[in-house]
């Protein structure tokens, strides 16, 4: 029905100047399926130039009609629809696009109908306006009232496409679009992101009630599709887990600064961090010892061996320190070949047995054996009425590893 009135619609350009303008018109009624195009002694007519400029025009082009007067392309309307843009002394039955939009499509129920667009320098004169049963104003800003054949046209034709077809064309959905959300799919929406905002400490001057409340709200108005709400969600997740990955970097990274790289052991940093913890401790009354391990003959054996073989002699000291050591103490690589061992909750009785149960297992390893490898041990325990410091307890260990080295020499 809708194509049928449509064709029922004529535009009928009086005496147009310019091919561009027709060919201006031409586009818009192909954008708008009008299909009757008449001119009244066109100064210029070029098919093909219209053609160039209003793709795919060939057939209305070639229906287009040119007409001697506007009586002859007028004569078999029910209804004319003049145009004007400056105000006439004559009173007229003006009316605005939407009303003539609506009264056109009526109109073209029963008969043709004609819209009459006039000459580009000055529009329809009084005597074409006088063939009219209504006349169309546009609004436009005072400054610059003037409007060209097409832009005129275009408006025309909307408000008719509209009023024909109702404009009841499905709006496109979205490529991606999908159903509604559920509302527990919405809640787990809800849940991610305030998991995310948890995260970024966004409510440590919020009320997370308040925040969350607003933001369903915000969520509840937009309508989301289930695909949106998911995006919504991923927003909350992703947060969450970017602060895992990065937390889980800043470990591995803080374990790379407080780790030694070939024996896996803690570092001397470490050492240092966790030995000022437990001089606190001690200074409040509990025991402890540093003992320091210092490889005999490692230069000879590297001399002898290599370096890869000195590594391997390193990493088995290592292992055999930190398996006799008791979980809540730590062994650590001090610098080249000597290590340290914190010993809490131990007097030096318990620090000899330590060191005798490394020594028996270093006696009973084939490899350090076969290496010629053995350890000088220094012990130093902390004692509350001198003040020690870490870095006296340090030396005191070193001392007494210096001591036992020369005493061990032949």
Do not use: W
């Amino acid at each position: 029905m809708s194509h049928d009135l449509l064709s029922r619609i004529i535009i009928v350009l009086d005496h147009p100047k310019n091919v561009v303008n027709i060919a201006g018109v031409t586009r818009v009624m192909q954008n708008f399926g009008l299909k009757t195009l008449r001119l009244v002694n066109p100064e210029e007519f070029n098919a093909y130039r219209i053609e160039g400029i209003a793709h795919r025009s060939t057939n209305l082009v070639n229906a287009t009609t040119i007409h001697t007067t506007l009586q002859d392309a007028v004569g078999d309307a029910s209804f004319i629809l003049g145009t004007t843009g400056r105000p006439r002394t004559a009173g007229r039955t003006y009316i605005r696009p939407r009303e003539a939009g609506t009264l056109l499509a009526e109109r073209a129920a029963t008969g043709k109908v004609v819209i009459i667009l006039g000459r580009e320098d000055r529009g329809l004169t009084n005597e074409a306006l006088d063939l009219c049963h209504a006349v169309m104003i546009i609004p436009t800003d005072s400054e610059h009232p003037s409007l060209n054949l097409a832009q005129a046209c275009l408006v025309a034709a909307y408000e008719i496409f509209l009023a024909v077809d109702g404009g009841e064309d499905t709006l496109p959905p979205g490529r991606r679009a999908s159903r509604p959300p559920t509302q527990a799919e919405l809640e787990e929406t809800y849940a991610a992101i305030e998991k995310g905002l948890h995260r970024i400490e966004f409510f440590k001057a919020r009320k997370p009630s308040a925040v969350l409340r607003t933001i369903r709200t915000i969520v509840s108005r937009a309508t989301p599709d289930l695909r949106e709400a998911r995006l919504l969600a991923a927003i909350g997740y992703e947060i969450d887990h970017y602060i895992n990955r990065n937390e889980l970097l800043q470990a591995d990274l803080q374990a790379l600064t407080l780790t030694d790289p070939l024996t896996g052991l803690p570092n001397r940093r470490h050492l240092e961090v966790y030995l000022e913890r437990e001089i606190e401790a001690a200074q409040r009354g509990r025991k402890l010892v540093l003992a320091m391990f210092d490889l005999d003959n490692f230069k000879g054996c590297n001399d002898t061996f290599g370096h890869v073989v000195g590594d391997k002699v390193l990493m088995t000291l290592g292992q055999i320190l930190n398996a006799e050591n008791r979980a809540m103490n730590i062994v650590a690589r001090y610098g080249g070949d000597e290590f340290v061992a914190v010993l809490s909750e131990t007097d030096i009785t318990g620090a000899e047995l330590y060191v005798q149960r490394v020594t028996e297992r270093m006696a009973s390893n084939t490899q350090l054996l076969e290496y010629g490898i053995t350890v000088s041990v220094g012990l130093a325990e902390f004692d509350q009425t001198s003040a020690a410091s870490m870095e006296s307890l340090i030396q005191a260990a070193d001392m007494d590893m210096y001591s036992a080295k020369e005493a061990s020499r032949p």
